[in-house]
């Protein structure tokens, strides 16, 4: 609140004041990006790394079909057609070892999602990109301040992005950031982020006047969401610390249980420190996840499933998505329930949460639904 008033007491409630700026720098110094710039929302960072990549009608992205719809929405948005890659069911990421197969001459950025902000195989991913020339964007919503193999999540693409949305971790309301790994995106970058103007250079005394210079549009967000947000992120740290103690509460208090019931809990690999994002369960079968789903609902606690595979959506099939396409995405959406999980949650809440949980008798006959392999 003080952040706040203080923006309003400036008079400069637009955006690119102090508190954008404070920001960009932390996040900047704290990832070790080239440059990072504040957007409206990860959808709107999206969309600048499509325009900032040229992509155009008749080009191909890649990526997986388990994620939100702005990953491939910001790229159709620039003509581009989706082409939908399954996961691994460890950690629910892209699958490193379908890659190649979906690479055509056409293939003009790979875009992966760190699934609840656990890391995809990167290495992998990296060195199949670097030999095909193919530049990576890296939607990280869920993942800032996690990591992979010591390297910070959003710092391996040449382009990266981030969620402030309130559902995340650290959160303005509606928000976002792009982060710049390869310096030459920087100038276009600012330009597409103020309406294809080069107005940031006019703001820092580089230019005597602004005027129109490239496609662009209103990426920007307001002071008062990055006094919001600059406060957010000061308090990472304590943030962080909060939901890792949520997160290993209902590790611990579930792992018997689970194991028990044949209900697969969050993998995260040894060398990959996680964001706490999101703690989900995989029960054994669809049926199974819908009556755990009423049972909690009638105890007053909200769990909700997650993304609905992109290549089975009316706009998936649309371009040519078709049911067994990415066989693991389609089971995993179908079991997969997410626990209440939010920075305020307190002890006493979530033993309540535990407790309901291990009373839960799984249904012993799963009926499990084969994926059907049918090419239109
Ligand atoms: C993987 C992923 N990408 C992008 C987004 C969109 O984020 P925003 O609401 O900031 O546009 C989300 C939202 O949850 C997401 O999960």
Same mark, same amino acid.
């Given at each position: 609140?003080?952040?706040?008033?203080?923006? *309003?007491?400036?008079?400069?409630?637009?955006?690119?004041?102090?508190? +954008?700026?404070?920001?960009? &720098?932390?996040?900047?110094? &704290?990832?070790?990006?080239?440059?990072?710039?504040?957007?409206?929302?990860?959808?709107?960072?999206?969309?600048?790394?499509? =325009?900032?990549?040229?992509?155009?009608?008749?080009?191909?992205?890649?990526?997986?079909?388990?994620?939100?719809?702005? +990953?491939?929405?910001?790229?159709?948005?620039?003509?581009?057609?989706? @082409?939908?890659?399954?996961?691994?069911?460890? +950690?629910?990421?892209?699958?490193? !070892?379908?890659?190649?197969?979906?690479?055509?001459?056409?293939? !003009?950025?790979?875009?992966?999602?760190?699934?609840?902000?656990?890391?995809?195989?990167?290495?992998?991913?990296?060195?199949?990109?670097?030999?095909?020339?193919?530049? $990576?964007?890296? #939607?990280?919503?869920?993942?800032?301040?996690?990591?992979?193999?010591?390297?910070?999540?959003?710092?391996?693409?040449?382009?990266?992005? =981030?969620?402030?949305?309130?559902?995340?971790?650290? /959160?303005?309301?509606?928000?976002?950031?792009?982060?710049?790994?390869?310096?030459?995106? $920087?100038?276009?970058?600012?330009?597409?982020?103020?309406?294809?103007?080069?107005?940031?250079?006019?703001?820092?005394?580089?230019?005597? !006047?602004?005027?129109?210079?490239?496609?662009?549009?209103?990426?920007?967000?307001?002071?008062?969401?990055?006094?919001?947000?600059?406060?957010? =992120?000061?308090?990472? !740290?304590? $943030?962080?610390?909060?939901?890792?103690?949520?997160?290993?509460?209902?590790?611990?208090?579930?792992?018997?249980?689970?194991?028990?019931?044949?209900?697969?809990?969050?993998? *995260?690999?040894?060398?990959? @420190?996680?964001?706490?994002?999101?703690?989900?369960?995989?029960?054994?079968?669809?049926?199974?996840?819908?009556?755990?789903?009423?049972?909690?609902?009638?105890?007053?606690?909200?769990?909700?499933?997650?993304?609905?595979?992109?290549?089975?959506?009316?706009?998936?099939?649309?371009?040519?998505?078709?049911?067994?396409?990415?066989? @693991?995405? &389609?089971?995993?959406? #179908?079991?997969?329930?997410?626990?209440?999980?939010?920075?305020?949650?307190?002890? /006493?809440?979530?033993?309540?949460?535990?407790?309901? =949980?291990?009373?839960?008798?799984?249904?012993?006959?799963?009926?499990?639904?084969?994926? /059907?392999?049918?090419?239109?």
């Amino acid at each position: 609140m003080r952040y706040i008033a203080e923006a *309003v007491a400036s008079g400069q409630l637009s955006g690119n004041g102090p508190f +954008t700026r404070r920001c960009q &720098e932390l996040l900047q110094w &704290e990832l070790g990006a080239a440059q990072v710039l504040l957007t409206t929302s990860c959808t709107h960072a999206l969309e600048m790394a499509a =325009l900032l990549l040229d992509i155009r009608e008749g080009d191909e992205i890649i990526c997986p079909s388990f994620t939100f719809v702005s +990953t491939a929405n910001a790229f159709v948005l620039r003509g581009a057609r989706p @082409v939908f890659a399954d996961i691994r069911p460890d +950690t629910l990421n892209l699958d490193e !070892k379908n890659l190649s197969a979906l690479i055509t001459p056409r293939t !003009k950025v790979l875009v992966v999602v760190h699934y609840a902000g656990v890391g995809c195989e990167m290495d992998a991913l990296v060195a199949v990109a670097r030999e095909r020339g193919i530049p $990576i964007v890296e #939607d990280n919503a869920c993942g800032l301040f996690g990591s992979y193999r010591g390297k910070y999540l959003g710092a391996f693409g040449d382009l990266a992005t =981030l969620s402030f949305h309130e559902t995340k971790n650290v /959160i303005c309301g509606e928000g976002g950031a792009l982060i710049i790994n390869d310096p030459q995106y $920087i100038r276009r970058a600012e330009i597409i982020r103020e309406k294809g103007t080069n107005r940031s250079r006019f703001f820092r005394g580089e230019l005597d !006047k602004y005027t129109w210079v490239d496609a662009g549009s209103s990426y920007l967000p307001s002071e008062l969401q990055a006094a919001f947000l600059c406060a957010q =992120l000061e308090c990472r !740290k304590e $943030i962080d610390a909060a939901r890792s103690a949520i997160w290993r509460r209902y590790q611990e208090g579930l792992t018997e249980w689970a194991h028990c019931h044949g209900v697969q809990l969050p993998f *995260v690999p040894h060398y990959c @420190v996680q964001s706490h994002h999101m703690f989900y369960l995989l029960l054994p079968s669809e049926e199974a996840r819908e009556e755990l789903i009423r049972y909690l609902k009638i105890r007053g606690i909200l769990a909700v499933f997650h993304y609905v595979p992109l290549h089975l959506s009316e706009m998936g099939l649309r371009y040519g998505g078709y049911p067994g396409q990415c066989p @693991v995405t &389609e089971d995993v959406s #179908d079991r997969l329930v997410r626990l209440p999980f939010y920075n305020a949650l307190s002890e /006493i809440e979530q033993a309540e949460i535990v407790q309901a =949980l291990t009373s839960f008798e799984v249904p012993r006959q799963p009926v499990r639904r084969e994926a /059907i392999a049918s090419n239109p």
